[in-house]
């Protein structure tokens, strides 16, 4: 079939075949299954660092290369974080000593799965009943030290960050989330663990039984499994964008889930990708996940007529060594311009490391801001150190997302965006500080009160909004609301917040009916145990108020919190003022 399509800046029609792997009905079959036939291939991918994206907590190579013990204070909680290995396991802890240097508590886990490949370091998951949550620590290769893992210095979550599909999807083969459930997985929760063969190509199982059975080519392509090489630079980029370009947001299309997306389809149907335009005062942006648009402001890219793609200088099956990459890129380079092109005298070229080596120029490495003791290539191949960005980076055009780049939309930038799809991004980027989208958040939010009034979202949305208001009577809108969501399916906050309002309203047995079922759903959320003593205390239930924060200390010793509801249930029912 033809079809169009286009990077943001670049239109193209091309043909392309409809690959059977890239469809829902086909099955996995796992990254061994394709060694049988291609063992070169598997065993170069294997590897690279997509190929070691994530190994299991015992995994004795890797624990060979990490310098334990090792404790980290934090001095704004006043708590220690300590790695330690025992046998064949790796382990950290959390405690806390009073003035004299008695523990005040301590707990202790192992840890499950070791994600990334080293490039920039090695972080850890730790499973609690079927649960996944990050570790505390991590430790930074390129530094060679352990640190609090990234977004640990704005909030310290300890052993209780919650590890989502969304993001464990990417540096994994296969996770297996139990959907609708917060960290919740199946058993075993990754059916393949590094990212593998089926990734990249989609599910391999009709391509297996082809091939198993010596099923002669209806053609010379073989569409029994994608190939990125033989479909169109756009879909081929789209593989890569799932994972490579995160965009200010990202917004699930209703119904569908990350893991739905295979290879050779649209990402866009699954999974869309906004950025707000760039200010006229950018200077340089950051690098994490901004591989695809980067790339897209380049002049190589814009000047190559769509043929410039991830791939042009990536072979995903192979990763060169340090001392060679420098060579292997500079002749990708080459391959479009010619040396006498750079016009830097060839003494000052002979000065980069390696020698005349045209990325450290024209793709230099830049700090990630969001990762302390990281750095990863910025993919806007630039001719010099200043060169502004093209206008394409300020204005996002005819678009159905209005003032939105939307980097999934390909050459349907005029294709009609879900409603929801839309809030839903525009909601996102005013939580994260873009202000100047919440006229537009608001008018998508009425559009939707009226066109998907039982929406979970969108309910959600309403109470927090009415409860912004300030307003007495804004109380049992939100309440109803909320209501609404939880009953449809939300999120822990929604029932924090529900249970909250019931209790400013003196409808105490109603708060507790709401956080009960709200930790049921969510039995690692730490605010639920607090709020749950707190309501017990209103009503004078000391007995029961004292058996929730005993099993909250249980699942969350380090809890400031409960223990100061712990002394003040203790206090109240020994000087008998109170009865318990």
Wanted: glycine letters at 8%; aromatic letters at 8%.
């Amino acid at each position: 079939m033809t079809i169009r399509f286009s990077s943001p800046l670049l239109v193209l029609s091309i043909v392309v075949w409809p690959p059977l792997s890239s469809a829902q009905s086909t099955h996995y079959v796992g990254t061994e299954a394709c060694a049988a036939c291609h063992a070169d291939i598997a065993a170069r991918y294997s590897k690279t660092a997509m190929g070691r994206s994530i190994v299991r907590g015992d995994d004795p190579v890797l624990l060979d290369r990490l310098p334990v013990p090792f404790t980290v204070f934090d001095s704004d909680a006043g708590e220690y974080f300590e790695v330690s290995r025992k046998e064949a396991s790796i382990y950290q802890s959390q405690y806390a000593v009073d003035r004299d240097g008695k523990e005040i508590f301590r707990q202790t886990w192992k840890l499950a799965f070791v994600v990334g490949s080293g490039e920039n370091g090695f972080g850890f998951l730790l499973e609690r009943d079927g649960y996944l949550f990050e570790a505390p620590l991590t430790y930074y290769t390129k530094s060679h030290v352990w640190s609090f893992s990234p977004g640990y210095q704005q909030r310290n979550l300890a052993f209780t960050r919650p590890v989502i599909a969304e993001c464990v999807g990417c540096h994994s083969g296969r996770p297996q989330p139990v959907y609708g459930r917060t960290a919740l997985y199946r058993k075993p929760p990754f059916a393949e663990l590094a990212v593998g063969c089926e990734n990249c190509h989609g599910p391999g199982g009709q391509h297996v039984v082809e091939r198993r059975a010596g099923r002669a080519l209806a053609g010379k392509t073989d569409t029994s499994i994608v190939n990125p090489a033989h479909i169109s630079g756009w879909l081929s980029d789209n593989i890569c964008m799932k994972c490579h370009q995160g965009g200010d947001v990202r917004v699930e299309q209703p119904g569908k889930h990350e893991q739905d997306f295979r290879p050779g389809t649209r990402l866009d149907d699954v999974v869309a990708i906004f950025k707000a335009p760039l200010s006229r005062e950018t200077s340089s942006q950051s690098v994490l996940l901004e591989h695809y648009f980067s790339m897209t402001l380049s002049k190589c890219y814009r000047a190559s007529a769509g043929a410039l793609r991830c791939t042009s200088c990536h072979d995903p099956h192979t990763q060169p060594p340090p001392v060679e990459a420098g060579a292997l890129y500079r002749a990708r380079c080459l391959s479009c311009h010619q040396p006498a092109s750079c016009k830097l005298p060839i003494e000052e070229r002979r000065k980069t490391s390696p020698s005349d080596e045209c990325a450290s120029c024209h793709m230099p490495k830049r700090t990630v801001t969001t990762i302390t003791h990281a750095a990863l290539t910025e993919h806007r191949i630039v001719t010099r150190f200043d060169e502004p960005y093209p206008p394409e980076a300020f204005e996002p055009g005819q678009s159905s997302a209005p003032g939105l780049l939307h980097l999934t939309a390909g050459a349907q930038s005029d294709a009609k965006i879900p409603a929801i799809t839309l809030f839903q991004a525009y909601s996102g980027l005013v939580h994260d500080g873009h202000s100047e989208f919440k006229t537009r958040a608001n008018e998508m939010l009425d559009r939707l009160a009226r066109e998907s009034p039982g929406n979970p979202v969108v309910l959600s949305a309403l109470a927090r909004r009415a409860m912004g208001t300030g307003k007495p009577e804004a109380a049992e809108e939100a309440i109803r609301d909320f209501t609404g969501a939880i009953q449809a399916g939300t999120t822990a906050e929604d029932y924090l917040l529900l249970a909250g309002l019931c209790s400013k309203k003196k409808q105490n047995a109603e708060a507790l009916a709401v956080l009960q079922k709200g930790m049921r759903a969510n039995p690692y959320v730490r605010e639920f145990s607090e709020s749950l003593a707190v309501e017990y205390m209103a009503l004078g239930q000391y007995r029961d108020a004292a058996d929730v924060i005993h099993k909250g200390l249980d699942l969350f010793p380090d809890d400031v919190a409960l223990r100061v509801l712990q002394k003040k249930v203790q206090s109240a029912t020994l000087d008998g003022s109170m009865t318990p």
